[in-house]
Structures are given as structure tokens and as C-alpha cells.
């Protein structure tokens, strides 16, 4: 049997952007996305918890250190500038595996989005 089980979260980010006018997806600074094992292009669940919204795209590096955090395209909509959100992948494992699997958790400075040491 295989499950989805939580592969990669950064914990509560503030939205420092939302650009409508994009094609799409969520642009994560990348220094927050390799500290939590995001690649380019995967698919996250972006959870807002300021208004309660949630959505799935997919994401897209910015600058690292930059702390930007952009909503694009229809998921602008979603999200202001300010809110605070969760950004969380799941992987699918055999159940087995699933049971010791240990996912990738970052807790960043919301105020700034950037990493704390």
C-alpha cells in the first residue's frame, strides 16, 4: 500500500507579494525552498491562514535570502500582501517506509521570512 504522508513544510511565511499578471505558481525564496527540500516545479498546498483559503499550485525559486514569497496568476487572489501562510508537499511512500519517514519542517522568522540560525 502506498500513502501520502507530509514531505516538506515552511511554517507560516508572510506574503510579500501577489502578482495576478503571472502565468502562475508561487514564488518561494530559494533558500527556503532547499532548506525544506522543495524543488522547482513541485506541487504544493499553500494554506492561508490569515483568511482560511487554501489552494494547490506549484512552486518557483526567487532570490535567495530575498524572503520573497509571491502568490502568481489566479492564486493571487487568494492571498494579500501581509498574510501569513503555509506552504506544505506531500510525498507518496509504501506504507512501510511512510512509518520512518522524517519530513523536512522550517520554522523561518515570519516578520521577514528568512531563516532562523
Known sequence: MVIEVLKSKIHRVTVTQANVDYVGSITI?????EAAN??????VQVVNVTNGE?????AIPGAAGSGVICLNGAAAHKASVGDVIIIISYA???FEVAK???PWVIFPETATNKLVK
Do not use: H, P, V
Open 54 to 58: 487554501r489552494l494547490e499550485t506549484y
Open 29 to 33: 525564496d530559494s533558500a527556503l525552498m
Open 38 to 43: 522543495i524543488i522547482r516545479g513541485e506541487k
Open 100 to 102: 520512518s519517514f522524517q
Open 92 to 94: 507518496a511512500l509504501d
